[in-house]
């Protein structure tokens, strides 16, 4: 085969240009085993540290004049492997995994379909996967699977602007075009991580109007805390519009308490007669322990060690109410030991959505014109990868 064709994978499955691709692949495979060395952090030597590492790079990059072989290419991608970080059995980091075999297949057939997971036209095998893990994950959760909804974003911060952006438009509908109100308050724990202040920030209520609220001793948010600066806002004349539950802190793994959360909003809509105060569980980090909601515990079929089943059953008892939150979020690519990015939205009620969809004239390849029902124009990507996938494997 000659010219640019030769650039592609074959288009009659040519079993000679399928053998060249998998050599080339073997190459990158080859090279990268070649650096690395049990006992150490890193693939290769890391680059020496200097203030004018970044400096001198952006200097020295040009785009090459003429092209190169595809040997030469893998020789360069591979040189980027040199020094880099690589999870072993001396080195874990916190939520920053290796992809497992599965993750890696699955994010190969997304790469190689390299479908759209905007439309099930241009990426039905990302749609369906989707759907399943949507309907999967709800089960797990808690969530009646039949009336929940989700998707794959950027991200368990791209989970949190996702959630505030559907609070503010579920409870004041003419935002969309007015922009948002003022005085909007929300709230989370003092080790909450950051992506609320960030989201506040883009959605436009302004991190001044976030609120942290104390944790306890287990680093989950006091409760009663929380009560009591709500209602201080909702005296000064404020409205409580979101609370974020922290269900799984990233770095000290305090577990907010759903329910006593779901209760002090519900006291507080009671006694002022206000609109429900919407609730994410931030699960980015925790949500991979939801996989032992059903544990049994006496019969220990895993064959844990007493500590771990102390610990175990100690998230179970609190994750096992994260299906009160109104959405919640899964981080695969922290936990769950797939590539970058893969994350999965859940929202209790799909019907949530209608709050932040556009309409179908906006909306002219998007959704609703071919197999059936697969329509994503409340997402806010445009084009999505198809990251279903790595988390269906
Ligand atoms: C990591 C993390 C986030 C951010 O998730 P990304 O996937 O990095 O965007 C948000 N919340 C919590 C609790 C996290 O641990």
Known sequence: MKGIQAYYPSE????????????????????????????KL???????????????????????DESMSIEKVITQLTELAEGHRYVNSRYVANAAPLSNIPGILGNLIMVLLNGNNLWDVEGSGAAMAEVKITSMLSKLAGYDADNSGGYTTWGGQGAVFNSL????????????????????????????????????????????????VKVKEDHSMDTDDLQEK?????????????????????????????KAIKKAAEDLEAAYALAPVFIHADAAMGGMYTFFNDYDFEKNPLGFN??????????QSKLKNICLADSLVFDFHKLGQTPYTSSLFLVKNKADFSHVDLDHEETPYVGNRSYGSYHTSYTLECSRAGSSIPIYA
């Not at 004018?52 to 090459?64: E, G, K, M």
């Not at 004349?237 to 907010?256: C, K, M, Q, V």
Request: charged content about 20%; aromatic content about 8%.
């Open 42 to 64: 890193t693939l290769g030597e890391a680059p020496e540290s200097m203030d004018s590492f970044y400096n001198h790079l952006s200097q020295q990059a040009v785009i090459p």
């Open 230 to 258: 709500m209602e201080q806002v909702v005296l000064k004349g404020g409205h409580p519009l979101y609370i974020l539950a922290s269900t799984g802190t990233t770095d000290t793994f305090g577990i907010d308490d759903v």
């Open 12 to 39: 009659d499955g040519c079993s000679a240009e399928r053998e060249k691709l998998m050599k080339q692949i073997n190459q990158m495979l080859i090279n990268i085993d070649n650096l690395k060395e049990p006992a």
């Open 306 to 315: 007493r500590e771990v089943l102390y610990v175990l059953e100690s998230y």
């Open 165 to 212: 952006r559907l609070a503010v438009a579920k409870q004041f509908p003419d935002s969309n075009e007015e922009g948002v109100p003022r005085n909007l308050y929300c709230f989370c724990s003092e080790l909450a991580h950051y992506s609320l202040y960030k989201s506040m920030e883009a959605v436009g209520i302004g991190t001044k109007y976030l609120i942290r």
